[in-house]
Each structure stands twice: as C-alpha cells, then as structure tokens.
C-alpha cells in the first residue's frame, strides 16, 4: 500500500515508530484546457504518476517508505482563461495550502516531504517554490536546467503544453482519456513559451496557441510516454534520496 489517505490511524502511528525514514510525496497539478484532446488534469496525472512509480520503485528499500499524498489538484492557472474550465486559485491559496498541508505533517513527525508539480505556469511554480521553502520542505523543480536536460527535446525546446511530451505521459498512464482521434489530426503549433512569457504575453491565444495546445500532439505515443516515465521517476527518486539522508 503506498496511499497516505488509504491507511489507518494506527498504521501511521507504526509507521513513525518504524525504523524506515517515511517519506511523503505530494503530488501537485491543475485544472486547465490542454487541446481539443487530452484532459484537463493533464498536469495532475503525470504528478500522480510519477509519484505512484516513486513508491512502487522504493516498495522494498530498508531505508524509507515512500508514501503518497493525496493530490493538490488545483493551481494558480490563468493562461488558459479564454477557454471552458480553467479553474484557478490565487497564489495566496496555493501558498497556504501547501504550507499548511506540509507543516500539519511535520508537526506529527513527518519531516521528509516532496512536493512535486508539473504544471509550470510561472506564478505558479514561484508560489510552490517560496511555500516548500518557508514550510521546510523538498520541491522537485522539473523546469531547473540540470532536469530539463534529462527531459525530451520538446520538452526542452518550452513548446511543450498538451503536445508531444504531456500527451505521451497521459497515454502512458491513462490511455482512454486522451482522444486519438482529435489528437491524430493537429497540426503542430511551434510557440516557444518562456520566450512569449518574456515578451509580455500572458494567455495561450496572445502565444498563438488558438486550441490550447503547442508542440506536436499528433507525435505522442504511450511508448515515449513510458521512457518519460522512467526518467521522471530516477528524478523523484533521486530527490526522496536526497531528503532522507
């Protein structure tokens, strides 16, 4: 068993008192449009699941057991405002949730704790960055050169939302909520993110990214989602090493 919310009371009281580090993970993501195409808990099911493939890595480890935490599933999301169910919190919420969240469980004992995100709209990952920093806690910043480079080129190149690289992931994970069809006949759309964010421009339709999508969804296979998969999860795994030593 490797859900937090899925144990007892007495059984997280055994699991302070063990003799293996408890590390917790918490998985963060939001509620936005990616595409005609993928869903809107894109961010969330990738989070999710490289925390469940974290876990099912460490089942075995003498020196931790790795938990997951219920998923924080909503963000500060305000590019995708122009389109049907963008739903966002404010960076003071987010702020909150997470201290709160994280400082609740250090206070009962659990002081090993990795936030991870993978929705990278800017107020929203600095927000993840100063709360994981004033509650104590790891964040494992996906965005920061030295892991993006281990990342896929599309991922690399910043026209990544709901393209080739996140709608690989879903397909790996959670096959029947992608629709190939609808997938299969976009057209690549090249917008180069943190560049269009630098120049001022603040929602998908003013980067061009009229159907809420960039990079080439058409691309996306569950097999390159699986490799992705695997590297994300030497990421988080390498990230629970670190905050247990």
Excluded at 82 to 93: D, G, K, L
Excluded at 186 to 194: D, E, I, T
Aim: aromatic content about 6%; hydrophobic content about 50%.
């Amino acid at each position: 068993m490797t859900q937090f919310a899925e144990l007892t009371s007495p059984q997280v009281a055994e699991l302070l008192a063990g003799t293996r580090k408890p590390v917790l993970l918490l998985p963060v993501g939001a509620v936005e449009p990616h595409g005609p195409h993928a869903p809107l808990g894109t961010d969330e099911i990738i989070s999710a699941g490289m925390c469940a493939r974290a876990a099912a890595r460490l089942a075995d480890d003498p020196e931790v057991r790795v938990l997951v935490l219920p998923t924080l599933n909503y963000g500060v999301t305000r590019f995708g405002a122009a389109f049907p169910a963008a739903v966002s919190v404010s960076e003071a919420t987010l702020h909150a949730l997470v201290v709160d969240v994280c400082g609740s469980l250090a206070a009962q004992g659990f002081s090993w704790i990795v936030v991870v995100n993978n929705h990278f709209e800017p107020a929203h990952v600095e927000t993840l960055r100063k709360a994981t920093a004033e509650a104590g806690v790891a964040y494992l910043d996906l965005v920061r050169r030295r892991h993006a480079a281990r990342l896929t080129e599309e991922f690399r190149s910043g026209a990544c939302h709901a393209g080739r690289y996140e709608t690989s992931l879903v397909l790996a994970e959670r096959p029947s909520l992608v629709d190939t069809v609808a997938m299969a006949a976009l057209p690549p759309v090249s917008v180069n993110m943190p560049a269009a964010m630098a120049e001022g421009k603040n929602d998908f339709v003013a980067m061009g990214m009229d159907l809420a999508y960039c990079g080439a969804p058409a691309d996306a296979t569950g097999a390159e989602g699986r490799s992705t998969f695997d590297v994300l999860t030497d990421l988080l795994v390498e990230a629970i090493r670190e905050v247990a030593r």
